[in-house]
């Protein structure tokens, strides 16, 4: 008798997604992944196949999937107290204010809490506004800031603009893009025109004095493009002659996924008046944080509020998070394995000359891929191959770049060089087919 059942399940999640959520909610891969279960590295899908997880929703899930510790304190919390808004003071806000002082840059002391990162950036140019008095804004060409009118406005993709700028005097300055220079010029001979070309930007798209400059300290949505070492001190001296403040945007490159350092800012020798984050900073659970050096906090004149800001269980997750990363030097992790992966990276570079450049820091590690190495043109259909054969191979890759044509690597912040050979295994895989 032959069966009428299907040799494979639709998935009713994938089914019920693309039926019932806005179409632009775009998932990767020919056919969309369900998700059900992760455990550190590792998750699996509605039809029982395991995956290394390499992009943890967007370098977000920093620490392991249902981690016991995070979870233990997600829990107690839970139990105890789990909402008050930011009309009272609670344990979890003020140990984690306290702890995020004592951890970032220079002068950065005051925090307020919200729950994404887009939040969070709107807060660094609000308070940038209303500390200088002035209302135009920096920023760059290739990043990613959020989808408030504000974040949106600031965005330098069109792929993730479905409007135009709604917030008018943000200017957006050339990226340090050093592998497709806009100046078409190569590092050092450059003298790093990107970054004095800020100089000339301000003079002739604002009014000649700014609010702020805001950047990632590598671009993460833009392909984790990083910029040459002086660019920041550069960038930073200029902004502040024109009375400027400098707002550090580590939505991705915060927590040490850059190696050694609890953020990507402290490579560059600069420290920033405004600095905003979010993503890994809980684990999955949501929060978006913005601190400020106490001259531009004070300035932040009558009352603002967020009602899930500072939210008791999502700070006592993240002060979870931070006090992990710290116990288990996971910084220092960062640095050694990603210098590991680095070294691999580097290795199918030389293999397939359709990897036209690797690059990133720590565990926050990138491939762009070009038709030609010469020509550079983007190869975003390369890009889809090695998705699905290392989705084949058990292995979650994530995607960036303008051309969509970048591999994104955002691996936990306490993998392993096993976890690395496993995922370069499969995109080496990936990249023989294409
Ligand atoms: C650098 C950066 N800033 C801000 C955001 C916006 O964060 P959210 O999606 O939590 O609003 C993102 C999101 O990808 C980001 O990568």
Same mark, same amino acid.
């Given at each position: 008798?032959?069966?009428?059942?299907?040799?494979?399940?639709?998935?009713?999640?994938?089914?019920?997604? #693309?039926?019932?959520?806005?179409?632009?909610?775009?998932?990767?891969?020919?056919?969309?992944?369900?998700?059900?279960?992760?455990?550190?590295?590792?998750?699996?899908?509605?039809?029982?196949?395991?995956?290394?997880?390499?992009?943890?929703?967007?370098?977000?899930?920093?620490?392991?999937?249902?981690?016991?510790?995070?979870?233990?304190?997600?829990?107690?919390?839970? #139990?105890?107290?789990?909402?008050?808004?930011?009309?009272?003071?609670? #344990?979890?806000?003020?140990?984690?204010?306290?702890?995020?002082?004592?951890?970032?840059?220079?002068?950065?002391?005051?925090?307020?809490?919200?729950?994404?990162?887009?939040?969070?950036?709107?807060?660094?140019?609000?308070?940038?506004?209303?500390?200088?008095?002035?209302?135009?804004?920096?920023?760059?060409?290739?990043?990613?800031?959020?989808?408030?009118?504000?974040?949106?406005?600031a965005v330098g993709h069109a792929t993730w603009k479905p409007l135009p700028s709604q917030v008018a005097g943000i200017v957006h300055a050339p990226a340090p893009y050093c592998y497709r220079c806009p100046f078409k010029l190569e590092y050092p001979s450059c003298d790093l025109a990107c970054a004095r070309d800020v100089k000339e930007l301000i003079e002739t798209t604002t009014m000649g004095e700014i609010a702020a400059f805001m950047a990632e300290p590598i671009l993460g949505v833009g392909g984790f493009i990083v910029p040459p070492k002086e660019y920041f001190s550069i960038v930073y001296d200029i902004a502040r002659s024109k009375g400027g403040l400098c707002i550090a945007d580590e939505v991705q490159t915060g927590w040490g996924r850059t190696g050694d350092k609890w953020f990507g800012i402290e490579h560059w020798n600069v420290e920033p008046d405004i600095m905003t984050s979010a993503k890994g900073m809980g684990n999955g659970v949501p929060?978006?944080?913005?601190?400020?050096?106490?001259?531009?906090?004070?300035?932040?004149?009558?009352?603002?509020?967020?009602?899930?800001?500072?939210?008791?269980?999502?700070?006592?997750?993240?002060?979870?998070?931070?006090?992990?990363?710290?116990?288990?030097?996971?910084? #220092?992790?960062?640095?050694?394995?990603?210098?590991?992966?680095?070294?691999k990276l580097e290795a199918l570079k030389e293999k397939y000359p359709l990897i036209g450049d690797v690059r990133g820091m720590g565990l926050m590690q990138a491939l762009e891929l070009v038709a030609d190495r010469k020509t550079k043109e983007p190869n975003p259909q390369a890009v889809l191959k090695v998705f699905e054969e290392t989705k084949k191979q058990g292995v979650l890759i994530g995607k960036g770049g303008l051309y969509g044509n970048v591999i994104r690597t955002g691996m936990m912040l306490n993998s392993t060089k096993d976890h690395v050979d496993e995922m370069v295994a499969a995109l080496d895989k990936g990249l023989a087919l294409c």
């Open positions: 008798m032959s069966s009428t059942k299907p040799t494979t399940t639709v998935s009713e999640a994938v089914r019920k997604h #693309k039926e019932f959520l806005f179409p632009a909610v775009a998932t990767y891969y020919q056919e969309p992944v369900a998700l059900v279960k992760g455990e550190g590295s590792y998750v699996w899908d509605d039809q029982g196949k395991k995956y290394l997880d390499c992009f943890g929703g967007v370098l977000t899930v920093s620490l392991g999937h249902a981690n016991p510790k995070i979870n233990e304190a997600i829990i107690a919390q839970t #139990k105890t107290l789990q909402h008050t808004s930011g009309l009272y003071a609670t #344990k979890p806000q003020g140990d984690l204010a306290e702890k995020l002082a004592e951890i970032s840059p220079g002068k950065l002391k005051k925090s307020f809490f919200t729950s994404s990162g887009t939040e969070a950036n709107d807060t660094a140019q609000m308070a940038a506004k209303l500390a200088t008095g002035r209302h135009e804004v920096v920023v760059l060409r290739h990043s990613y800031s959020g989808r408030s009118a504000t974040a949106l406005s929060i978006g944080w913005t601190i400020a050096t106490p001259e531009v906090a004070d300035k932040f004149p009558g009352l603002t509020f967020a009602t899930f800001g500072g939210n008791p269980v999502s700070t006592a997750a993240a002060l979870a998070v931070v006090k992990m990363i710290e116990d288990e030097d996971l910084r #220092k992790n960062c640095r050694v394995v990603g210098d590991y992966l680095r070294e």
